[in-house]
């Protein structure tokens, strides 16, 4: 499975922009970028995909570079409920099984 | 509604112990998953079945069993249960097998103790 690299906490103001990095410079042409989110103690949750262009949902959107190297998921208005671990996972849609393989993620704080 | 749930939601037991885990999902989905979250917080998965097949075993004890009895429900039976089994247990589902695309979703978890 490529690999994804994140920072391991980033820290926001609510109310503010959050931009949430995740590099994967070994992404082949047949991985989607997802980012997931848990919350604390619950389960993971879908955030958002992508395959090149930029996508907006209801929950955020993602930027994904240009050479597909890197991406960034970006929540326009933080809130105390965004405070999460966040996961960028690459899903190889060549791929039999489906498994989702998760990294370390960043810890997201969000500040009142 | 809720999409995929687990029961019990806590458990606590002895060493030595047998114990199961149930999953249902009122989604319609035909893959389910379980993935384990240590105590490092880590998220691995360990099974996958789809249509009620055996797809994924990603190099778990066998004391580890799955039991699909249809495609809502996907149940985790633990033999012999060991103090290294205490973590959080998650169930998941989505629509396909493949990659690409896919959503899974999760349940709330199952807290197990291993005393």
């Known amino acids: 499975d490529a690999k994804t690299t994140q920072p391991n906490s980033m820290e926001s103001n609510e109310e503010e922009p959050v931009h949430l990095p995740c590099n994967h410079s070994t992404i082949s042409g047949t991985d989607y970028i997802h980012w997931y989110r848990q919350l604390p103690s619950q389960g993971p949750e879908y955030v958002i995909h992508g395959l090149t262009s930029n996508v907006n949902n209801r929950m955020a959107s993602l930027a994904i570079a240009e050479d597909r190297k890197s991406s960034t998921l970006i929540l326009h208005r933080a809130t105390l409920r965004d405070a999460a671990v966040y996961y960028c996972i690459l899903r190889d849609f060549m791929e039999y099984g489906n498994k989702l393989v998760f990294g370390a993620g960043t810890i997201l704080r969000v500040k009142s | 509604d809720t999409a995929v749930s687990q029961t019990p939601k806590y458990l606590v037991t002895q060493m030595g112990n047998d114990k199961s885990i149930k999953c249902e999902q009122n989604?319609?989905?035909?893959?389910m998953y379980w993935y384990k979250q240590d105590s490092k917080k880590f998220l691995k998965i360990m099974f996958s079945?789809?249509?009620?097949?055996?797809?994924i075993n990603e190099t778990v004890p066998n004391r580890f069993s799955p039991k699909s009895p249809d495609k809502a429900h996907l149940n985790l039976h633990i033999n012999s249960l060991e103090l290294g089994d205490s973590a959080v247990y998650f169930c998941?589902?989505?629509?396909?097998?493949?990659?690409?695309?896919?959503?899974?979703?999760f349940g709330p978890g199952t807290r197990l103790l291993v005393l």
């Open positions: 079945y789809n249509n009620k097949e055996l797809i």
């Open positions: 989604l319609g989905h035909d893959t």
């Open positions: 998941a589902s989505s629509q396909d097998r493949r990659g690409g695309q896919e959503t899974q979703y």
